[in-house]
């Protein structure tokens, strides 16, 4: 049972990256999938979520209309299209899973992700 996060890298401010979140061992369909980011010397938070169907999502107020969560099951994968990126979204971003909606509290999640690094310069 694995979660793989991928996709991040050094981006300039205004630009945009999408990560990826892929499962292998489980499907990934069954369960609603977050993503959690944690910045040098700040605890992790939630970003985003999304249902298992992909038609409700949740995102918190610093990355409204900038964020978007997606999910292709058919792909066992979901995605966090990052755009208008400032230096206040450099982290470390986390895809988590758990049976359940969103929770900010990370022990409620079953399975996460290494993390992969955000970096945006100013």
């Known amino acids: 049972v694995q979660l793989q996060a991928s996709g991040g890298g050094l981006v300039q401010a205004g630009g945009s990256l999408r990560l990826s979140c892929a499962a292998s061992g489980f499907t990934l369909n069954s369960y609603r999938v977050a993503w959690f980011r944690q910045a040098p010397g700040k605890e992790r938070e939630g970003v985003s979520c999304?249902?298992?169907?992909?038609?409700?999502?949740y995102y918190v107020d610093s990355v409204k209309g900038r964020f978007t969560i997606s999910r292709d099951n058919a792909k066992n994968a979901v995605y966090l299209q990052m755009n208008s990126l400032n230096p206040e979204d450099t982290a470390d971003y986390y895809c988590?899973?758990?049976?359940?909606?969103?929770?900010?509290?990370?022990?409620?999640?079953?399975?996460w992700g290494q993390g992969t690094q955000v970096t945006v310069s100013s």
């Open positions: 999304i249902n298992r169907r992909g038609d409700n999502t």
């Open positions: 988590a899973v758990r049976d359940l909606w969103y929770s900010r509290n990370e022990r409620d999640y079953a399975y």
